[in-house]
């Protein structure tokens, strides 16, 4: 029982020695281990809090078709074995080829997470997905009144569908038996604090975990680095940011349904006092890949590119000159959103230790 946690713990410290040791030399001894394939910019909503939907009409033409993301996954395995994909926008469920994208990660042996708005969730699609064994599938929503969800996502008319739609994804899960972990997003902004504990206790009811997410600048858009003092959805009552974190921390301790670490949680609620600025170095240029529609290769969803996949293997433009420099530019970044990526956020020995307890409870169990 014990040797388990000793490995455990022994390969994590091995993992963290190597990853800093990365960082701060701007050297690639690591392989990425987050992999985010932004399929698309393109999106059918319009979010306060995301600016894709703005974008130039030729900024989002020439997305990379069904063959290269295919050829993009073959290398990713290749290269760095089974690993986990997120598939993300702009809104994933607009690209009519997602299904036999998934498809070909799964033959790979990749696992599949995919972020959406789930406007477009229906029935059929819900149940491909889930026979796929998409490992996670994300839903947004930020709240359990239709006019909060709303305003924040700029749709009249849209909480009815995607609430409907992610309850109906969790009971297809359960009929299929499938292994697909359903949760919703929550964003946490300054119109839907309150209303953290209600949606948590819903979730809990519908058997889907929450992950919470501080507010971070506009995606796609660059901010100065006083963001917060203009953003309209920041929340000024400091009071009621503190509670509403200590709410989460305190339901999850109670067992219900929150997904995100005590670790991640904590540092989430620091991330709303504006005077907080990160001290340790950002760590995506050591554990971070980001694929953008047209091909472009990032280390996190802001920074500039430093390869095109059009142009050369993914291994090898994450070993480039040009992805040393960009490496460099990462460390040295003082904008301070590690807590939106939870790249630097590594989970304590405590969390550690719970969920490795939770995993041997689970194997004894069956
Ligand atoms: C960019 S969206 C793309 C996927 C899909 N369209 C959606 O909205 O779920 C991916 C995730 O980023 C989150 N997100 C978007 N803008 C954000 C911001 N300014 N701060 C923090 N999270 C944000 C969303 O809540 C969503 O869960
Ligand atoms: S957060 Fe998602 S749903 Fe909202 S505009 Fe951005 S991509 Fe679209
Ligand atoms: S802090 Fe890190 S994740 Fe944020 S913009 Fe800078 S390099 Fe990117």
Known sequence: MKLPLARYMLRRVQDQLL?????????????????????????????????????????VQHELDTAAWRDVLAQLRRWIGPCAVHLTGGEVLLRPDLLP?????RQLGLQVQINTNGSLLDEDLARRLLLAEVGIIMVSLYG??????????????????VRGNL???????????????VRAGYLVT??????????????????????????YENLYRPHGPDWQRDHPLWPEDQAAVARTWNTIGRLKRAGLPVVNSHTFLRAAQRSYDPANRFARACDVG????????????????????????????LEHIWRSGSARRRRQEARDCNRGCR??????????????????????????RS
Not at 25 to 53: E, G, K, M, V
Not at 300 to 308: A, M
Not at 340 to 352: E, I, W
Request: hydrophobic letters at 40%.
């Open 19 to 59: 990853r800093r040791t990365a960082v701060a030399l701007a050297l690639p001894l690591t392989r990425p281990a987050s992999i985010h394939l932004r399929l698309t910019d393109r999106c059918n909503f319009r979010c306060q809090h995301c600016d894709c939907w703005k974008l130039p009409r030729e900024h």
């Open 101 to 105: 994208i998934v498809e070909r990660a």
């Open 144 to 161: 359990v009144r239709a006019e909060t969800h709303e305003q924040l996502q700029g749709v009249e008319g849209c909480f009815p569908t």
């Open 167 to 181: 309850e109906r994804l969790a009971q297809l899960r359960r009929q299929l038996g499938a292994s697909t972990q």
């Open 190 to 215: 300054r119109s839907n604090l309150d209303q953290a504990e209600p949606f948590v206790h819903w979730a809990a009811r519908q058997d889907i975990g929450v992950v919470f997410q501080p507010l």
């Open 286 to 313: 050591a554990s971070m890949l980001v694929v953008d529609p047209q091909g472009k290769v990032r280390f996190c969803y802001i920074g500039q590119p430093f390869g095109d996949v059009r142009d050369a293997p």
């Open 339 to 364: 807590v939106l990526y939870c790249t630097t956020l590594h989970k304590s020995v405590v969390d550690r230790s719970r969920d490795v307890l939770a995993q041997l409870l689970t194997e004894v």
